[in-house]
């Protein structure tokens, strides 16, 4: 082994080429079943297509280009993301279409998303907002109007016009405006609920229906610039919890060719699916609670190690909190596998482990029960993972789950000296091997664009 910086990695410090068996990578570490990955891009690509709607997933699911180019390869419109350093991270990408669901205000940002050779179609919601874009992308100089879409909430959401009327204020400001040009209606339903009960779904179906109604409003004048421009109005919606409702409340208006009226897309932006989660979404996906023949499968595990049996019945886990982030859900217990000598494979798995990862903290041994089996210490535990947005950004990834010989590419890491528990997702950002964009400000975070620490 060696620590040299010349040398080492947030993955494994050795010179060995890769592949690397599993038993030799510290962890926690997390891993991705390319195949399963593959199996869920072309699942969810299928059913847009034969639902007759586009799709752009929202990229920082991953914040993998790698990714992202397999979903557009698969036939993905374009990809959503959440911030202005995000959009530039898909315009390097090559990234053609980029919503930007959210609004900044810096001059020199929104004149970048201006330039031309990426269509960013980035979202405002009020008069205020529309003046303060308008006003810093005339400062900045921007020779390009930037494409904007209108976004519609409700009551009780989080951004969004609350209503027809001031929706159809902003779209007046957006074509009042000198630097801007009104491109499509946007909206989020899964704002407004998780759940699934027949009462939240009419929240949900009420919501679209108002949607739908916001955007008949506005005629083809009112998009007469964009479409000149050679742009097809988009209207925009669906997480990954609705998007069955979302494509039947909206779906019919997806009009790409203008064969009944001006250039229409109705673009789905779920993005959890791509690795799939092992507890919310696999509960709450339309293929999870419907009679559908589609299912998405989960792609990621964490392996730990077990680094103390202080009781027959207690093991501990050298993983915590921040290896296990989430917003909602948690991880499932997988059981325990044997990794030895070159045979890194998944030992057979006792059903009583199924259990969920309890009592543990920040940097705090997860505590797992023991008693079906002997469980030694440098014996690793796989919990299947669930939704992990601030996980993707800022733990180390190995591509293959079994790790026996397959090919694949480990990279540097982006930052060299840090703790592996710090690693920032393999190109996920900075765009390669060895390079990484501006750190997050916070303490011990090496992600670049994160609006807070998890």
Known sequence: MTTSTETSTKIAFTRRPWPIPLEELPTPILTIDSTVLDHNIQTMATWCRESGVDLAPHGKTTMAPEIWQRQLDAGAWGITVATAYQAEIAREAGVRNVI?????????ALARLAEPGC????????????????????????ERQLPI??????????TGARSIESALAVAAAVQDADTLVLAGVAGYEGALSHATDPAALRLIDDYLATLIEFRDVLDGVWFADWLERGGDVVLTAGGSVYFDRVVEALGFRHDPFGQRGVRTRVVLRSGAYVTHDHDLYRRLTPFGRTAATERFLPALDLWASVISRPE?????????????????????????????GSAAGRGEQDPRFRRRLRRHGPQRPARVPAAARRVDARRRRSGAARHL??????????????????SRTGGRAARRGRSDRHAVLRRGVGGGPGRAGPRCRKTSCGHPDRPRHV
């Open 100 to 108: 930007l669901a959210g609004t900044t205000f810096s001059g020199a």
């Open 119 to 142: 269509e960013v179609l980035m979202w405002v919601d009020s008069v205020a907002a529309v003046r303060l874009v308008d006003e810093a992308l005339g400062a900045a100089g921007a």
């Open 149 to 158: 879409l209108v976004e519609l909430g409700a009551p009780g959401g989080r």
């Open 312 to 340: 027959p019945t207690l093991a501990l886990l050298n993983v915590g909190r921040r290896d296990t982030a989430d917003d909602e859900g948690a991880a499932a217990d997988r059981g325990v596998s044997h990794l030895a």
């Open 389 to 406: 947005s601030s996980l993707h950004d800022h733990r180390q990834v190995v591509r293959d789950r079994d790790h026996r010989g397959r």
